[in-house]
């Protein structure tokens, strides 16, 4: 089966990858939306959950993430 930790993780992933997809959502509200309390977390999340090459996440979060501001929203604060 899947950790708690995993299914969480997964379930942050697809909604980040739909809300990037469909929304104009800025990264910073994306992170705030799925429960990251800022962008460096977020980028790291995207980083190290992504299955696409490193240099592609590089250059979509050079693209995305230029000024990320930090939120006040708490880790657990997705919508699960």
């Known amino acids: 089966?899947?950790?708690?930790?995993?299914?969480?993780?997964?379930y942050r992933m697809?909604?980040?990858?739909r809300l990037i997809?469909?929304?104009d959502m800025t990264m910073?509200?994306?992170?705030?939306h799925i429960g990251m309390?800022?962008?460096?977390?977020?980028?790291?999340f995207l980083k190290t959950q992504s299955?696409?090459?490193?240099?592609?996440i590089e250059s979509f979060l050079k693209?995305?993430?230029e000024g990320c501001e930090k939120t006040q929203s708490?880790?657990?604060?997705?919508?699960f």
Request: with cysteine; proline share 7%.
């Open 1 to 10: 089966g899947m950790t708690l930790l995993n299914y969480i993780n997964t």
């Open 14 to 17: 697809n909604q980040a990858i």
């Open 21 to 23: 997809a469909d929304t």
């Open 28 to 32: 910073t509200e994306i992170a705030d």
């Open 37 to 44: 309390n800022d962008c460096n977390i977020f980028q790291n």
């Open 51 to 56: 299955e696409a090459p490193p240099a592609n």
């Open 63 to 65: 693209n995305n993430l």
């Open 74 to 79: 708490s880790f657990f604060t997705a919508p």
